[in-house]
């Protein structure tokens, strides 16, 4: 996990509230992902950025929206667009072009009530 | 969408003994990834195949790629009672920028 920060670690929101996902590297990587994962399952693309000012809808982008101004940050933000927002949410990053390996945060779990 | 189906679900085996897991894809490839996932944790990489590889190895892992039946296998030898996690292939597919990751396998190691 070293090198990706993701916080808090647990969050609570009441539904109808929007809530802000952090994400912060100092590997000066380019690419920065955010996944969504449910119990029991695996990892689902919500949205990801391949340089600074610059991203793309995932597979489940529908609820949420995101962020590049700086090529440190990466944040998410879920929406009361979301209709089943509780699960636990996973960032990643990857150095650039020619590379494959992603490196992830420990992840943020959400609970929406 | 899931493009990766990892079998068997879940997995239970003795301490020594060696672990298989079997992942199977639907599209072209460029390589395929496999990671580790501790409960809660995120997730760290393991190995990298590449398309044009059939076989790769490091340490006790062991991976395998058959491109013709769309599958790969990931094998653990002697395992340890710190294997015990779950496991995900993730396909790097021709044609788009990101990942897509399995369902997992969970393994537990009874020491």
């Known amino acids: 996990d070293g090198g990706i920060t993701q916080s808090p670690k647990y969050l609570f929101r009441k539904e109808g509230q929007n809530v802000t996902l952090s994400c912060e590297q100092n590997?000066?990587?380019?690419?920065m992902y955010w996944y969504r994962q449910d119990p029991g399952q695996g990892l689902r693309l919500i949205y990801y950025?391949?340089?600074?000012?610059?991203?793309q809808k995932g597979d489940i982008a529908e609820g949420y929206s995101v962020s590049r101004e700086k090529k440190e940050s990466f944040p998410l933000t879920v929406t009361s667009a979301q209709k089943n927002p509780t699960a636990f949410y996973l960032c990643?990053?990857?150095?650039?072009?020619?590379?494959?390996?992603?490196?992830f945060g420990p992840g943020t779990r959400l609970t929406v009530t | 969408s899931q493009q990766g189906e990892e079998d068997p679900q879940a997995l239970s085996i003795q301490e020594g003994e060696n672990a298989t897991m079997n992942c199977s894809y639907k599209?072209?490839?460029?390589?395929l990834q496999w990671y580790r996932q501790n409960s809660g944790r995120g997730l760290v990489h393991l190995i990298l195949?590449?398309?044009?590889?059939r076989e790769k190895h490091s340490g006790r892992l062991r991976v395998t790629l058959d491109t013709s039946k769309k599958s790969s296998s990931l094998l653990i030898t002697a395992s340890r009672a710190a294997d015990t996690a779950s496991y995900f292939c993730?396909?790097?597919?021709?044609?788009?920028?990101?990942?897509?990751f399995g369902s997992g396998t969970r393994l537990q190691v009874q020491p």
């Open positions: 990643a990053t990857k150095p650039g072009h020619n590379t494959y390996e992603q490196y």
């Open positions: 590997l000066n990587h380019d690419a």
């Open positions: 950025s391949q340089i600074v000012n610059d991203f």
């Open positions: 599209t072209s490839i460029n390589n």
């Open positions: 993730a396909t790097d597919r021709t044609g788009r920028r990101a990942l897509t």
């Open positions: 195949i590449r398309s044009n590889e």
